[in-house]
Every structure is written in C-alpha cells, then in structure tokens.
C-alpha cells in the first residue's frame, strides 16, 4: 500500500536513483563536449540543441530529452528531487555552470521547501509571490528597469529568482503591472502606485 503524500514507493525511488546514477557518465561526456567558457561573467555556455522557444540547452538520452542545465545539476549534485526546478543565479539559461545553478521551485522558498521534505508543490505562478505584497512590486519593477539581477533582488525579499523573473516576464502579478512594448519594459500601473503610497 502506498503511503499517502509519496508519489514513489521505496522500492521504485531506488530503482530510479540506480538507474539515474548509471547514467551520469554519459551525461557528463555528452555535457563537457558541448560547453563554450564564458570568462566575463563565468558561464558555462551551452553550445548542443537547444529549442528555439525556450532558451534552454537540451540532451537526449535514453530516449529522454532533459534540459542540458537539469543534467548539469544531476552530474554535480545528484538527482533532481521530485517537482523542484534547475534556477539560474545568472539568469543565462543556456548556463550549465553547476556553481550558476539552484534549485527552486515558482511556488515554494527553497529552504522551506527543503526542511518541510514536500516533493509536490502546487502549480501556478501567484504561489510564486506569496512573499511578497502588491507594494513591493513598484520597486522591484524599478530595480529591474535599472539593470539589477533577479538575483540580487530575490535576496533582498528574501525570494527565488524565479519569482522575481517571473514578474519580469509578466508571469505574476499581471493585475497590477503593464507592459510598454515601445521601451520593452514592464512598469507598475496606477493602482500599484496606491497601493504603494
Ligand atoms: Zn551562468
């Protein structure tokens, strides 16, 4: 009988970290044939496939195509845990750097997520948020204007990149943000402004 939260059993969970171990020489050959160093900023740069729409370097192995940075954290780090996310400090997706890398997840603080042990968070960028109030966005807005990494900021509220990337790319907090296709920048709308004040 399978233990309510768990979405692998014991046995299964052990299969799957042999059979990912296994694997992890070939992915690591296919990985260090196609990387292109960066010296400015340090990224490792992926040079392999890589879908157009997404940005994301692309491997395939064993029939399964994975993210090129997903199979750098594995070859480093281990396995991915169930429902986290590959993030990028540097915000170069096409970064296989595995110093660039951390996990996250849109919904949850990874720390949180980390000490809880829960493997499923729930989907949908307004979790991504939930630290952070309608105020603070007008700022954030104006900090990424001015060229700050989603990083930094996601440090100072104490967020993930990803949510503060996901309110770059209009993600979350749509309601009160617009965008200027004219500047190619997303700014706070008036209501923001009040919330704000
Ligand atoms: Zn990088």
Redesign the pocket.
Known sequence: MSKVGFKHSPKSLAKMVVKQRSRVPALATRLYDRIEF?PN????LWTGAMPTHTGYGTITIGGQTIGAHRASWEIHHGALPDGLHVC???D?RA?V?PD?LFLGTPADNIHDMMVKGRANPKRGDSHASRKLHSSDIPAILARLADGESCRCIADSYGVTDCAINAIRRGKSWRHITFFDSDQGVRGANNSAHEVAA
């Not at 900023?41 to 490792?44: D, L």
């Open positions: 960066d900023g340090g990224c490792w990028h400090k540097c170069v970064c750097n660039h």
